[in-house]
């Protein structure tokens, strides 16, 4: 990665850390309802992976876990907090929630709330730029336990069968809830599964993004080349629990520890502070601008917004009827 | 007008849909090199090809998954699912993710897609191949539902649906694909909401829909030649939404109802429908209507069993009579 692009996306993984902690003082405050999953810890792995891609022409697809995702591939923080305010100037205009953010004009296709159902998913997307010639990849984030769903070897065996352009990014963060990766899988290094169905696969530290990057430009071109799919394991780690109601009492406070000490952001900002490429009070003033900023325009943007209004509750349900006439009343051609 | 069987019309709307815009796909198992199960692709593969002709592996969730991701990027995929059976595997693909998918991103994507299924009791296909399951598709919000039961209607709706921007569910019938009927030379398209008065009559209200319209039609037959009573036969071909003014106009002109379905009565087209007559119309109604349905149990194999767990157009028959103190 080129200094200039570590200083950028530093900055932008504050952000994203910024982002998701006041997202769960938001919660705290009841400004936020429903199931709220964090990104902390793992943010070497979206950024890493979309450095190596092209955020906002390649489609990208993920779970629940997909605030960052969205800002990632070019969503405005702005309407992704007012998406969680439940606000009409939300992403989904209120109507999808912290589970499902989409942004059809960054490529930003969704989080999904069903554990594996983005994988067919992505695989149909990567049939579509298929049929119509492009050369945008698809990309589908998901954890290390969706892949214990049945979909997950039945979209590998199509991606490869049909030689689809699709990366698959596994975010092993050895979690699944509260269920650790030992007792839920029989086998823990998840790129040894794909290799039944001839899929080009790598495993790598998800925590040191020039590490995930190396890797990602590697699957990218792969897939991007016409290669066929590829699936790529990121080891990983989250902070915090799996949702908010989590006491985390499914693992040590030890091993979160020793997590911490390879914090993503961290190993980053060391290692420019390493080539006097920045200094500990530059990376504290990103902090305290990345606060304001999210204090001073998302938040603001996301509490002013208004509600979506009751008149307009179905909408959304179907297309808009007057396009769609000629095929539900009749009277075509 | 030509004559073709109903397999054909459906053939003939794939031929037509491919051959003008080259973003309309199909898939499902063996409809490519080997025909379709029931001939509904016949032809495709050899003119099309294999990109926009896809066999697919025995994956029912994993394939319906990847027609409605494709969709999202405005391909529109016409997805055959063998036999309704096996249409549970791909239900939370179809229910999570195409009908939820226009509400949830605020109207940014959409899953112009059409799920193709055969239901209905065959022939002694037992318990795990006979099942009728509209009534588990008519109750999502974001999905329409439609089910022929002529080869006009399912030439027209499956020309619909491929252009309609909303997810379609056609509800097929194993042994209706040899039926025969007209269908226009020229390019014909059925609206996928309404309903449709099959036979005019006004002492009772056949309400019907696929296979159990042509009970409806037979027994309206019988009653007229045998028993001198006129019956409507109002054919159902939109399940979900059902058409709340045909079903109110047909009442408040013969005051008496009968609702034949294959399915089988709990949560079914049946209650639906009376659920609606009572919002629509209940003061039209001279007598409490009734049901013809399926025996709560799993398709039997015996055939003297799976007989008797089925309705037909004598227990249509029977019912009316009942209505009318005859019986
Ligand atoms: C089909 C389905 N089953 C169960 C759940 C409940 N659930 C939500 S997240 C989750 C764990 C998924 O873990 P993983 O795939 O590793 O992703 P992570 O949360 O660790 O990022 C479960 C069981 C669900 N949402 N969907
Ligand atoms: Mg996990």
Known sequence: ?333 | MAQIMLWEAIQRAHDEEMARDPLVICMGEDIGVAGGTYKATKGLYEKYGPLRVMDTPISEGGFTGLGIGASFLGIRPIIEIMSVNFAWLAMDQMFNSAAKIRYMSGGQLQAPCVFRSAGGAAHQLGAQHSARMEKVFMGIAGLRVVTPSNPKQAYGLLKSAIRCDDPVFINEHELMYNMKGEVPDAEYFMPLEGSEIARSGTDVTLFGYNISAHWCLKAAEILDKQYNISAEVVDLYSLSPLDRAGIKQSVSKTHRVVIAEEDEAPVGVGSEVIAIINEECFFELDAAPVRVHSALVPQPYNHTLEKAAIPDHEDVVKAVLKLFGKA
């Open chain 1, 1 to 333: 990665m080129k200094i200039e692009d570590k200083k950028r996306v530093l900055r932008e993984m504050v952000l994203h850390r910024r982002f998701e902690e006041r997202c769960y003082q938001a919660y705290i405050e009841r400004k936020i309802g429903g199931f709220l999953h964090l990104y902390p810890g793992q943010e070497a792995c979206c950024n890493g992976v979309m450095e190596a891609a092209r955020p906002g022409h390649d489609y990208v697809i993920t779970g629940y876990r997909d605030h960052v995702h969205a800002i990632k591939c070019g969503s405005d923080p702005k309407e992704v907090m007012a998406e969680l305010y439940g606000k009409e100037t939300g992403s989904s205009k209120g109507r999808g929630g912290s589970m499902h953010i989409f942004d059809a004009a960054n490529r930003f296709m969704g989080g999904y709330a069903l554990v594996g159902g983005p994988f067919p998913l992505a695989a149909g997307i990567a049939k579509a730029i298929q049929l119509k010639g492009g050369d945008e990849i698809a990309i589908c984030f998901l954890g290390d336990a969706a892949n214990n769903q049945g979909v997950f070897h039945e979209t590998l065996n199509m991606a490869a069968l049909w030689n689809l352009p699709v990366l698959f990014v596994c975010e092993n963060n050895r979690y699944g809830i509260g269920t650790s990766i030992e007792r839920s899988t029989a086998v823990v290094h998840q790129h040894k599964r794909v290799a039944a169905y001839n899929i080009e696969a790598s495993e790598c530290d998800g925590q040191d993004i020039e590490v995930v990057y190396e890797h990602a430009r590697q699957a990218v071109d792969h897939v991007r080349s016409g290669k066929g799919p590829f699936f790529l394991e990121l080891m990983t780690y989250r902070y915090r629990g799996h949702s908010m109601s989590d006491s985390r009492g499914y693992r040590t406070r030890e091993e979160e520890e020793l997590w911490k000490q390879r914090d993503p952001l961290f190993i980053l900002r060391d290692r420019l502070i390493e080539a006097k490429e920045m200094t500990m009070a530059d990376y504290e003033a990103i902090e305290k601008e990345t606060d304001a900023y999210i204090e001073n325009e998302v938040i603001k943007f996301a509490e002013e917004s208004p509600e979506p209004r009751v008149e307009d509750l179905e909408k959304y349900v179907f297309a808009d009827r007057e396009s769609q006439k000629p095929w539900l009343t009749g009277n075509a051609a």
